[in-house]
């Protein structure tokens, strides 16, 4: 049953006169008359009004009718502000990727400020690789996604937040442990332990020759992991230098001219809650402010 139908009759059984209701409804007097007449053919021709003279008034059908239309209206009504109601107050979720050592400084205490600042706000995080995390980011899973790499997928849109320095994480018994630094082609054959897969690519663009595949003895997803194997002896790996850590039995070196940029990344076309987007532009310009970098 039509809404908007159901609504002139409301309107008409309260005044009984069909140029009040149209001008009360905003319409012609025509088009009442046409949806009052369709209305009671829908009702398998019972008549809801009668003439009396130049006006009309309810049948008795049409006083039975016009309380149970009265009721389920109001009810709709209520259901409805409710609705907007619990809008207005329910959480917001923000669906957020980053790559390991991407949470750190600038990132953890905007989103410890935005949440502070808006009680509806709520945070869902995820640690992965830039291959997964922009993987979610295209299954709509993730709003957006902090990484280290782009991706010529033109539904992704990235832009460059700032560059980071890389550090090769060595254990204490390798022969480079005690360099002040090393330069990539020293150590692109060493056994490597890499945070993805495009890390270890783009590492490979650095050096005068690529090393063969079984350089790279395994992958994963966080620096945590990545550390974990370096100390039990498995290789070296290539560690941002926000995940740098105090370990006894690993020494981090600096890698000479070897940066890494990192990106925001969102889907091209999705629509994002307010909140959400308004989140994406604080943190794109909190952390160009902090590091000094303007590139879109």
């Known amino acids: 049953m039509n809404y908007n139908v159901l609504r002139y009759f409301s309107v008409l059984a309260q005044v ?7 001008a009360r409804l905003g319409i012609s007097q025509p088009s009442l008359s046409s949806a009052i007449h369709n209305l009671e053919n829908a009702l398998g021709g019972v008549k809801l009004f ?3 003279g130049r006006n009309i008034r309810l049948t008795e059908e049409g006083k039975f009718y016009q309380e149970k239309v009265d009721t389920a209206l109001q009810e709709l009504h209520t ?16 669906r957020m990727g980053f790559v390991s050592g991407a949470l750190s400084g600038s990132v953890a205490q905007k989103i410890s400020q935005y949440s502070h600042e808006n009680t509806r706000i709520r945070f869902h995080l995820t640690e992965s690789s830039a291959e997964n995390l922009m993987d979610m980011v295209r299954q709509e899973k993730l709003d957006m996604a902090i990484v280290d790499s782009t991706d010529r997928d033109r539904s992704l849109h990235f832009r460059k937040l700032s560059q980071r ?27 490597q332990v890499v945070l993805n897969y495009n890390v270890g690519k783009s590492f490979k663009e650095w050096t005068t020759g690529a090393p063969a ?6 992958t994963v997803d966080t620096a945590q992991a990545a550390l974990d194997l370096v100390s039990a002896g498995i290789g070296i790996a290539f ?8 370990r006894p039995d690993i020494r981090f070196i600096p890698i000479r001219n070897w940066h890494q940029a990192l990106y925001m990344c969102i889907y091209y076309d999705k629509w994002l ?24």
């Open 165 to 191: 320095d890389l550090f090769a994480a060595i254990p204490v018994s390798h022969p480079l442990a005690q360099r002040e630094s090393v330069d990539p082609a020293e150590i692109v054959h060493e056994p």
């Open 50 to 52: 009668e003439k009396v």
């Open 79 to 94: 259901a409805s502000r409710m609705l907007r109601d619990s809008k207005l107050s329910a959480p917001v979720v923000i």
């Open 239 to 246: 560690i941002p230098d926000s995940c740098v850590q105090q």
């Open 16 to 22: 009984e006169h069909y140029t009040v209701a149209a």
């Open 213 to 218: 595949d079984e350089s790279v003895i395994c």
């Open 273 to 296: 809650e307010p909140p959400v987007w308004e989140f994406v532009e604080l943190l794109v310009k909190s952390i160009r402010e902090n590091t000094g970098e303007h590139s879109v």
